[in-house]
């Protein structure tokens, strides 16, 4: 023991030999605490852990520097699932006797473990909302809260003693007395679970009397009288009984099986039906997925075959062309037909140059690298046959509706004249002429300039340089 | 007999871990050897007065 006022070590004597200070009252209240420590000590080694922690509070309220007591109050706490309150009491001792203090080693075993830490604060944090959900009278939801206490931390004394009232209140006499049992094992000496048990025993001990009709000590003529009250043959003491409980406890168990049944339904509404439905979705996704999957392979298949109806439709249009080519006006078929046509006009009349003429214009030159080297060969033959003369024709014709003024007719004539007859220079000069007067300059100037091309140093070329001149001029 | 309602109002919420700081900061840590020292040191001051 050391003085209060200057921290020396006291001796047997009232005053401190140090600083002469009174200490006597002072060392009573230090022995007072003590001696309540080693009665909260004996207490606790018993399992009576209320009445020790009790004892030990008074103890820390005459000497909080007490640090023993301190720690064994936290132990206390510690055991009756109190952890919050153990921590509390530790690290005051810790700051009290920063060293050698085994609350160093409790703190140390708590702090640790975070995953047991977290489970006991999860503990208390459920304990809350079942004592919020009592508050509420929501007293199902809180015995399945208390349910979920017990099995994070089954020594929280407070939790037991809570789910035992509401088992009391809801007259579940037996699983009353079962967390009331636990409870004295963890602490023998509390008196609430004391005083929960001893309801619960006389309740259920009057039952068994009930139930064999006189055996035992309690007088049941309150049944036949109709009293709720019952006296004991041996004590004389009197228990209130509930008359109608029988008929209260089947009330309260069919209650009891609705609302089983309902948080059932709840329990499949909330858990299983969900599963189902996301189950039939699944379901549902992978039809559409394989409906999806056929969808586009029917597609694909469809663009194929549009893509191979695309290609025969350009097959057939291009076997039309070829077939065109062989049996159109200008096609090769044609192009025989006039060639024979114009074979036979000559062969019947040689003179008749403009029968001859009417076949050979039938052929169009574009068929001539086609049809053949057989073709080609009649076609020059006949052309060198008759070529020049029909070429003449066309000329005299050509000029007549030049000077007429008829330039359409002039130029269609005179064309002609230049395809049949190449080397005539005038028909081309005067077809250039015809084009001009019509106003076509862009053909009179191509005209022009093959004359100037075809016959060059000639009073023509001159003449159509001369006009294209002009022409470029405008 | 057991009054439910009575019963109920003596349980207390517990303490949660993120409390526990505020708990140790806010106890009243006064014992009565704090309550003595102090009666001693006011009656010597009242002492001193009473010479002077």
């Not at chain 1, 809350?128 to 206490?149: M, P």
């Not at chain 1, 024709?393 to 005179?414: F, N, P, T, V």
């Not at chain 1, 007859?421 to 002429?433: H, I, P």
Request: aromatic share 8%; proline share 2%.
């Amino acid at each position: 023991m050391i003085c209060y006022n200057c921290g020396a070590t006291l001796t047997h004597n009232d005053f401190c030999t140090n600083c002469g200070a009174d200490v006597a009252r002072y060392k009573k209240i230090v022995s007072t605490a003590n001696l309540l420590y080693n009665m909260g000590l004996d207490k606790a080694r018993v399992r009576d852990l209320s009445g020790a922690a009790e004892t030990l509070r008074q103890c820390l309220k005459l000497d909080k520097a007490n640090v023993d007591a301190r720690n064994l109050l936290g132990l206390v706490y510690f055991e009756i699932g109190e952890y919050v309150l153990a921590l509390n009491e530790w690290v005051i001792s810790k700051n009290l006797r920063p060293t050698k203090n085994i609350a160093d080693d409790y703190i140390s075993l708590l702090q640790d473990n975070p995953a047991k830490l977290d489970t006991y604060s999860q503990a208390v944090k459920k304990y809350n909302q079942a004592l919020s959900y009592c508050y509420q009278g929501s007293l199902d939801l809180a015995v399945i809260q208390l349910k979920k206490v017990l099995s994070l931390n089954p020594k929280y004394v407070q939790a037991h003693q809570l789910l035992a009232l509401l088992y009391i209140h809801d007259e579940q006499w037996e699983d009353a007395k079962r967390e009331l049992n636990r409870c004295q094992k963890i602490d023998v000496g509390n008196t609430i679970t004391l005083r929960y048990l001893n309801e619960t025993r006389n309740i259920l001990d009057m039952d068994d009397d009930d139930n064999s009709y006189g055996g035992g000590g309690l007088d049941i003529k309150a049944r036949k009288s109709g009293s709720s009250v019952i006296k004991s043959r041996d004590t004389g003491d009197s228990y209130t009984a509930p008359v109608i409980r029988k008929e209260n406890r089947t009330v309260s168990t069919i209650i009891n099986v609705a609302i089983g049944i309902l948080i059932g339904v709840a329990v499949a509404y909330l858990l299983i039906l969900p599963a189902r439905i996301s189950a039939a979705r699944e379901g549902v996704d992978e039809s559409l997925k394989a409906a999806g999957e056929q969808l586009d392979a029917k597609t694909a298949q469809i663009n194929s075959l549009e893509q191979d109806v695309k290609t025969a439709n350009s097959q057939i249009d291009k076997l039309k062309e070829e077939l065109d080519m062989y049996t159109g006006e200008s096609g090769r078929m044609s192009a025989v037909e006039s060639l024979l046509g114009a074979v036979n006009s000559y062969l019947e009349n040689p003179e008749d140059m403009k029968a001859v003429a009417e076949h050979l214009d039938q052929i169009d030159e574009d068929t001539l690298s086609e049809a053949g080297e057989s073709f080609g060969t009649v076609y020059k033959l006949m052309m060198s046959k008759v070529g020049v003369d029909v070429g003449a024709e066309y000329y005299d014709s050509g000029m007549k509706s030049y000077q007429a003024e008829m330039y359409e007719d002039a130029i269609r004539d005179l064309t002609k004249a230049y395809s049949y007859d190449n080397s005539n220079g005038d028909a081309l000069y005067n077809l250039g002429n015809a084009y001009r007067k019509s106003g076509d300059n862009v053909n009179a100037i191509d005209t022009y300039n093959k004359v100037i091309e075809e016959f060059p140093d000639t009073e023509m070329a001159t003449r159509s340089q001369q006009y294209v001149n002009e022409l470029n001029v405008d | 007999m057991i009054n439910f309602e009575e019963e109920l109002k003596k349980f207390h919420p517990s303490l949660e871990i993120e409390e526990a700081e505020d708990a140790i900061y806010n106890q009243d840590l006064t014992d009565i050897a704090d309550l003595l020292v102090g009666l001693i040191k006011e009656d010597k001051d009242e002492n001193r007065e009473v010479k002077q």
